[in-house]
């Protein structure tokens, strides 16, 4: 199965409490794109600028990414975010976001890719959401994540955006400040009004769950013994989950109960480096044996009664 994937290629800094990266690869679209092609192929659409390096555009290349839909603009300057954590990773200050070339972006959907019946909309500027969302000719499953910069910079066009998408990727504090809802649950039922019929909120080193209105599903996250930099976690898990949930073809309960633990395995492997160091090159087997270790973690038998 394949998926579209739009959403932000970017050169990032991040400062941790112990190191710090300068101008490394990241971006929505490239994490995203990345934790899904190893369940399903992935047609990512985004744009850098004529700085884009040639290596980071290899680790993008692969076999199951197509980045036919990827535009280079000469003389343009690419998405660059630098981000800053202190001693709690699940907190984290941005210190710039300078769009460059998304300002003036229009993302063209190459002909082939307008039947997809997959889409993940990456987060990024609602307007370039919904203008590709506009592109799709067969009424796809859609995928979407976005975060407090659009929640607050752009309400109106994310309410649009929201009211064509299946499933929502949202972390808690963000699920609180779309909602108005403290508690997280009820926050997720409130913005289940909105549009979505699946939500899924990503709780950082506390987990995440989903919820529908009839099925919650909780997952702890992968307890790691080398944590390192949480950047770009959310949208792994939410690549890995819409790549399972794509391969699976279908949205019954144990499939999304799968796409949960697949997305959670995932995200963890990104946070054992910066950038994309760890989910670059994952084989199947690390990440199948990292699954079935997680399910053992969490499983337990019912009560007989
Ligand atoms: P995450 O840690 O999952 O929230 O994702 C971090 C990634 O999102 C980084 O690689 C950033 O380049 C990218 N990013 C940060 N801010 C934005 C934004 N406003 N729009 C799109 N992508 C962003």
Known sequence: MSVVIVGSVAFDSIETPDRQVEKALGGSA?????????????RLVGVVGE?????????????????????????????????????DPNERETLVTDLNVFENFQPVLPEEWKKSKWVFLAN?????????????????????DTMNFWIEGKPKVLAKVLERV?????????????SGETGLIMAAREILKMGPEIVVVKKGEHGAFLLTEDFLFITPAYPLENFLDPTGAGDTFA??????????????????????IYGTVLASFACENFSVENIRDLS??????????????????????
Do not use: H
């Open 166 to 178: 299946n499933v929502l990727f949202i972390n808690d504090s963000e699920a609180r400040q779309l």
């Open 30 to 42: 490239v994490y995203a794109s990345l934790a899904a092609s190893y369940q399903s192929s992935v």
């Open 239 to 260: 690549g890995g989950f819409f790549g399972c949930l794509a391969a699976a073809g279908d949205v019954k309960t144990k499939n999304l109960r799968r796409a949960m």
């Open 284 to 305: 199947l087997d690390t990440i199948k044996e990292r699954f079935n270790r997680m399910v053992d973690f969490i499983r337990v038998d019912k009560e007989e009664i």
């Open 51 to 87: 700085d884009f390096t040639q290596e980071y555009i290899d680790i993008i290349d692969r076999k199951n990414i197509d980045i036919t839909g990827l535009e280079i603009v000469d003389g343009g300057k690419t998405f660059f975010w630098k981000g800053r954590y202190g001693s």
């Open 124 to 144: 990024i500027d609602p307007g370039l959401q919904l203008d590709l969302l506009g592109q799709c000719e067969n009424d796809p499953f859609v995928g979407c």
